[in-house]
């Protein structure tokens, strides 16, 4: 198991932003490096790269906030 | 002067290429629609070293609708390059550049800045093959951002596709999906001639701007084209044609998914291209449904809705039983979220078009 | 390319062989580009120059003479063998001849609607130039460009009825050249009146950030059509505008061709060197209307005009310094005639389009892939 979480995106990394965009579906399989997601904080947007091949479930809906670090997706 | 000399001198330095496939199956990579444009530039700026990029804050910014975001890092500032605020002189460069033979895309950062440099567009850009009897090409992509919805104001909602396609000479193509974002992009950058290449900010699927789920869709990770001239029947159905174009695409589906279980079939037909329009397509279309619904976001009058309704006439004088058109009316668009409502083609004003449509005998 | 064969200007004084086509004028001029900037003029340079500028006037002539005469008795704008507006460069043949001398087919120059002269000054052929003003399908354009949107890839000329808007253009040439890596230039030619468009500013400001090998070339014939320099300009010499982007600038009285000519060279080295823009305004001489048609009811200076026409000042600075006779300007307008009448002649018989062509050329067919 792989947890998939909301990168670093600030000096302190205690803050929280958004799940912008999702490009995976619930249980689909997902590769190394594929495009997953797309987050935001604070006007800054980052991509989210899958970091494991598996399957993937998503932990945060589109739209909804998420810590720095915290998980937003879990590859098995 | 045979034409062989001429063609020497303009010098085209790409190889001859095998051509690229056409429509491919989408797989199940999923982009959002700026995403796949970006990958399109890329891949088009990796096989040919003369395609390059130009626009106000493409570079290190990506582009402040996300349209070139990554290129500067991966092509550099030679190929990836930031413009002073001139229009003119930047798109004139193009212009030149393009004459030479190189494959710009150059950026006009706001569709609605067009008066700032509509001589270069209009009178130069699309012109110069024509005036030199074909001896010239332009092979040049102008990119832009269009549309409105999160209260940007008169003079930055607009759409204006109708401005363009009015003008002879240029290709104007307006993508509403990713899979079509990525290969008109590529058919737009590998064509001849200039192609004007409209993006609605609203289908871009940006972090920062409410989205319609279908700014996300699959994307074929290999290179391909979306044929320039081509329209796409998204939606088969019987009751009604709705031909329509970029993020209102998305609002009819919506509406003939909805409509659908209440029984009234709609067929819905993306243009993707506005110039040469595919007015086969949409004749063939309503021969057989009889009902005609435009929706298009841009000014009513003197555009493309008022062109596709004369084309179907022209071409099918007695299949059309009934018309309608959703447009923006002939008022510059308001600030205000539910002033700029009021007169945007939303879901509301197409479904009780599409009802009214249904209902006629 | 001129006649299929590579020139650079790396070639010193070689003979070319003799063309095939009659526009020999680039090559002739090929040892006057040899000169460093601020040397003297070979006399075969100064000689060149003149033939230049006579063959330039002897076209002008016969498109005046041939565009008039199926235009009367009341003048008819649209009537006769070479219908509408018509931009004639009768006097300005010193700018034409002073800066072209120092290119080559490989260079790119961007003109006006008054571009005769630096068309064949530059290597157009002389021909194709004369059936696209009479609108024939052997014309550059096929006839669908006309006297004001000629074409010409081989020499990369352009030209733009539209005021200023030549500039950006030619910057874009200018960078295909340098990002291959060739030291080819552009020089884009405008107006007076045209210092005072928008897409000028944005140009000179351009083409000095990005660094680009530009010769800006300003025409100043003392007439906006009918509106003076004094009227439309809130400087005295739009040379001073150079320095308001940061691009060294030069100013020419007189019209004279040899100072044209020196200026001219040291902006064209500089370009090639990687030296960036230079921008020269020439105190040019428009010898007659903004247009053929225009009665210049509004010209104060028209009375001193012809006694400025600065071909005949220079046949007669060349004569009284020894470098020619009076049979060899004989030769020289009597060679110049003849090329004239070939391609007005050839323009002449040469068929006009088909009107079931007139959608032809809005797209490019069988695109190159």
Redesign the interface.
């Known amino acids: 198991m792989t947890e998939v979480t909301f990168p670093s995106m600030s000096t302190g990394g205690c803050g929280t932003g958004v799940v912008a965009t999702w490009f995976v579906t619930e249980g689909e399989a997902v590769h190394t490096d594929q495009l997953i997601a797309e987050v935001a904080m604070d006007k800054v947007d980052a991509e989210v790269l899958a970091p494991a091949d598996g399957t993937i479930s998503l932990e945060v809906a589109e739209g909804g906030e998420a810590a720095e670090g915290s998980v937003i997706a879990l590859i098995q | ?1 045979t034409t062989a ?2 063609e ?3 010098r ?3 190889p ?4 690229l496939p056409v429509e491919p199956d989408p797989g ?5 629609t700026a ?1 796949a444009m970006v990958e399109a530039i890329a891949q088009q700026m990796r096989s040919n070293e ?1 395609v ?1 990029v130009l626009g106000e804050d493409v570079g290190a910014y990506g582009g402040i609708f ?1 349209s070139t975001t990554g290129l500067l890092d991966e092509f550099g500032p ?1 190929r990836v390059r930031d ?2 605020i ?1 229009e ?15 494959r ?1 895309i150059v950026e006009l950062m706001f569709v609605d800045f067009f008066g ?1 440099c509509m ?2 567009i209009y ?2 850009m699309a ?11 332009v092979p040049m992509v102008l990119t832009t951002a269009t549309g409105g919805g999160y209260s940007d104001g008169a003079q930055h909602s607009q759409c204006l596709w109708g401005t363009f396609a009015h003008l ?2 240029m ?1 104007v193509v307006v993508p509403a999906t990713p899979y079509d974002a990525k290969g008109l992009m590529t058919a737009a950058v ?4 200039p192609v004007v290449y409209m993006f609605h900010k609203g289908v871009m ?1 940006l ?2 701007m409410a ?1 319609n789920p279908r700014s ?1 869709g699959p994307v074929p990770e290999e290179e391909y084209e979306v044929p320039i001239g081509k329209a796409k029947v998204v939606r088969e159905g019987t009751d009604l044609t709705i031909v329509t174009v970029s993020l209102s695409l998305h609002h009819s589906l919506d509406v003939a998914e909805k409509l659908a279980g209440e029984g009234i079939d709609a067929e819905v037909i993306d243009l993707r291209t506005i110039v040469p329009l595919d007015r086969e397509a949409i004749a063939a279309s309503v021969s057989k449904t009889k009902r005609l619904l435009v929706v298009d976001e841009d000014y009513q009058s003197f555009g493309l809705s008022g062109e596709v309704i004369a084309s179907v006439v022209e071409r099918e004088p007695t299949a059309l039983t009934a018309v309608e058109r959703v447009c923006t009316p002939d008022v510059p668009i308001p600030y205000a979220h539910d002033l700029e409502y009021a007169v945007l083609p939303t879901r509301d004003r197409i479904e009780a078009a599409v009802r009214r449509l249904a209902g006629a005998k | 390319m001129v006649g299929g064969i590579q020139v650079t200007p790396q070639q010193t004084n070689q003979q070319m062989p003799q063309q095939a086509t009659p526009d020999t004028a680039q090559d002739q001029a090929r040892d006057v580009a040899q000169q460093p900037a601020g040397s003297q003029l070979l006399e075969t340079g100064r000689r060149e120059l003149l033939r230049t500028m006579i063959l330039i006037r002897t076209f002008e002539e016969a498109i005046l003479r041939d565009y008039h005469a199926d235009k009367s008795p009341a003048f008819d704008i649209g009537a006769g063998l070479i219908p509408g507006e018509m931009h004639l460069s009768a006097g300005q043949e010193p700018v034409a001849a002073g800066v072209c001398a120092h290119l080559t087919s490989d260079d790119a120059v961007t003109a006006t609607h008054r571009p005769h002269h630096l068309a064949i000054a530059h290597g157009m052929d002389l021909r194709r130039l004369a059936a696209e003003i009479f609108g024939r399908e052997t014309g550059l354009g096929h006839g669908r460009g006309g006297h004001m949107h000629l074409f010409d890839p081989d020499t990369h000329f352009s030209c733009s009825g539209i005021i200023a808007e030549g500039y950006p253009p030619a910057l874009g040439q200018a960078f295909a050249f340098r990002t291959r890596g060739s030291d080819a230039v552009a020089v884009a030619v405008t107006g007076e009146g045209a210092a005072n468009q928008g897409g000028f500013h944005e140009s000179l400001n351009l083409a000095a950030l990005w660094h680009l090998p530009v010769v800006f070339v300003v025409e100043d014939n003392d007439w906006g059509i009918s509106v003076p320099r004094s009227a439309s300009t809130s400087v005295a010499s739009n040379a001073a505008r150079g320095a308001g982007y940061g691009i060294p600038a030069v100013r020419v009285e007189d019209n004279a061709v040899e100072d044209i000519h020196r200026a001219a060279g040291e902006a064209v080295a500089r370009a090639r060197a990687g030296g960036g823009p230079s921008l020269i305004e020439v105190h040019t001489l428009r010898l007659w209307g903004h247009f053929e048609g225009d009665a210049q009811a509004y010209r104060s200076d028209l009375e001193g005009v012809p006694g400025h026409d600065p071909i005949p000042t220079y046949e007669s600075h060349l004569v009284d310094q020894g470098v020619l006779g009076e049979s060899d300007l004989e030769v020289m307008h009597a060679s110049a005639h003849e090329r004239v009448e070939d391609a007005i002649g050839f323009a002449r018989s040469s068929p006009t389009p088909d009107p079931a062509d007139a959608l032809k050329y809005v797209f490019s067919e069988g695109e190159r892939r």
Do not use: Y
């Open positions: 002067m000399s001429h020497t001198a303009q085209t330095t790409e001859t290429r095998a051509p199940t990579r999923r982009l959002s995403k003369e390059f996300s030679d413009t002073p001139s003119t002189a930047f798109i004139g460069l193009a212009t030149g550049a393009a004459v030479e033979g190189m710009p700032v001589d270069q009178n130069h012109k110069i093959h024509f005036e030199s009897g074909g001896n010239v090409t002879p000479g290709k590998r064509c001849d001639d699927g972090p920062w989205k996300v």
